[in-house]
Nanobody, 127 residues
Framework: QVQLVESGGGLVQPGGSLRLSCAAS????????IGWFRQAPGKEREGVSC????????YYQDSVTGRFTISRDNAKNTVYLQMNSLKPEDSAVYYC????????????????????WGQGTQVTVSS
């Protein structure tokens, strides 16, 4: 089993920043990528950004490219999502997930197929 714990969500004004953290524990060898996903009320869960532990490749959803940055700290088994220039449409519950995947693009585009999920953290962008 893999346990994922997200933190760092909150309320921020438009244009502000937040950094989310995803701490992984347990059988960490069973996955090779971790990603961030989000789900707004009434919408499907969507991939935001995913990072590979195998080759370091990174994928971003078009709407966050240039504003969000995903990174990892292997020593801490933690993946971060730095979110800058936040917009109201970024408001959602953000989840991290881990899986074994051939590519990070495939991981981010197929949230229904992922193996392990955290409990989520709320991000609200509002003035």
């Amino acid at each position: 089993q893999v346990q994922l714990v997200e933190s760092g969500g909150g309320l921020v004004q438009p244009g502000g920043s937040l950094r989310l953290s995803c701490a992984a524990s347990g059988l960490t060898f069973v996955y090779n990528a971790i990603g961030w996903f989000r789900q707004a009320p009434g919408k499907e869960r969507e991939g935001v950004s995913c990072i590979s532990y195998s080759d370091g490749s990174i994928y971003y959803q078009d709407s966050v490219t240039g504003r969000f940055t995903i990174s990892r700290d292997n020593a801490k088994n933690t993946v971060y999502l730095q979110m800058n220039s936040l917009k109201p449409e970024d408001s959602a519950v953000y989840y991290c997930a881990a899986t074994r995947t051939p590519t990070v693009r495939a991981m981010c585009n197929s949230p229904s197929r992922l193996s392990y999920w955290g409990q989520g953290t709320q991000v609200t962008v509002s003035s």
